[in-house]
């Protein structure tokens, strides 16, 4: 690990425990590689606490020329955020005034609720969870509001991919891309994780002056191990809200999460994220998460090869863009049958992708049963050649 890589994490801790002491204190800046670290932190999404930590430098440690591009990332990733929010406000109000539930989560919600301001995460689209059946109502909402599908298809197609998906894009020209969810962990849990399973958990939040509905606290935390575990923790502002939620949020009850994640099939996941956020960032270990955490060995495993994967960059690595097929995606759901049947619709369930690559009829579409594992080997094989 980079010294740049330790600071980013000192700087994480400081935000966890709320401290104020300078986290360059006791480093030579001379001997610190500022690209790499602001480009380290980009990826990481982690900027928004790197930037004000830079500018408070003492002694003139940074030049006019970075201070200058620090300033430009900082107005860019929060023009973006406030677009980001608008949109959110006004696609929950006018939806929810045609009677159709609708709950956004990840994205600017989830920055206010965790760090206070919905500038503080960095994301590529606004996500919404609403129920199957009303699906192609929300399209047509979002269609009368200037958007458009970023894939069109018919509407015989549109039905057979909606059973074969859980989300669907659509964009903005001003620049907006929003994400339509009808279960939000891709379908990687045993239960689907949907408006019906969370609509009787949900909370209100204000949101730039409006009351928005978003997860409820365990459920929230739940999704959170699940999602950064699905997409290999790829970036580390994910573990970080984590360890936030965990730690700052009083209404949390690791006693109910667990519980929700036993029900889901995936309570082994949501210790190894749990035990692996408070390790990174050295927060204490939940007993109730250190006596499952022991209990499974190769929970430990996991998180000992986890720590070393986290910084990519350092190794002169990219930032992994998914791990459907990650060893502790595969074992760490709580059962042979879990097990079992995440394999099968990994491995043969037809994703967005497989429709892109070769556009079938309707009538064909059992087809893509077939063609997924091909590809999947394909791939597989063009990145062995690749790297051999």
Not at 7 to 34: M, P, Q, T, W
Not at 350 to 377: E, N, Q, S, T
């Amino acid at each position: 690990m980079k010294i740049e890589d330790e600071l980013l994490l000192l700087l994480c801790g400081k935000a966890i425990h709320k401290e104020s002491e300078d986290i360059f204190a006791g480093y030579r800046y001379s001997n610190l590689d500022v690209d790499y670290l602001i480009n380290t932190a980009l990826h990481q999404g982690l900027f928004y606490f790197l930037y004000p930590e830079l500018l408070r430098c003492e002694g003139g440690r940074l030049s006019q020329s970075e201070k200058e591009r620090l300033k430009r990332i900082a107005l860019q990733l929060a023009k973006r955020a406030m677009l980001k929010a608008a949109e959110l406000v006004r696609i929950v109000e006018t939806v929810s005034r045609q009677g159709i539930p609708i709950i956004p989560f990840k994205g600017p919600i989830l920055a206010q609720y965790l760090y206070g301001d919905f500038c503080a995460r960095d994301c590529g689209d606004v996500d919404f969870l609403i129920k199957p059946e009303n699906v192609e109502s929300v399209i047509s909402v979002l269609e009368e509001m200037g958007y458009k599908r970023l894939f069109s298809m018919g509407e015989e197609v549109l039905a057979k991919y909606l059973q074969i998906e859980s989300e669907l894009q659509l964009f903005h020209p001003k620049g907006v891309v929003v994400e339509l969810h009808w279960e939000a962990t891709g379908r990687f849990t045993h239960l689907p994780v949907d408006v019906n399973l969370l609509q009787s958990s949900t909370i209100e939040e204000v949101f730039c002056g409006k009351k928005i509905p978003q997860f409820g606290d365990n459920h929230l935390l739940v999704y959170l191990c699940i999602h950064g575990s699905r997409h290999g923790w790829s970036k580390l502002e994910w573990l970080f809200g984590v360890a936030c939620l965990l730690k700052n949020d009083k209404r949390i009850s690791l006693e109910k999460t667990l519980q929700i994640a036993k029900q889901l099939g995936c309570q082994k996941l949501v210790v190894y994220s749990l035990y692996l956020a408070c390790t990174v960032f050295k927060t204490p270990i939940p007993e109730l998460v250190n006596t499952h955490a022991k209990a499974q060995r190769r929970i430990l495993q996991l998180v000992d090869k986890s720590i070393n994967s986290l910084f990519p960059l350092a190794q002169g690595g990219d930032i992994k863009r998914g791990a459907r097929f990650a060893v502790e995606n595969i074992i760490l759901h709580d059962t042979a049958w879990h097990v079992i049947r995440y394999l099968i619709k990994q491995v043969f369930w037809p994703r967005m992708a497989d429709v892109k690559y070769i556009p079938l009829p309707p009538w064909a579409f059992f087809l893509y049963y077939l063609f997924r594992p091909f590809r999947l080997v394909t791939e597989g094989v063009k990145v062995m050649l690749k790297r051999s």
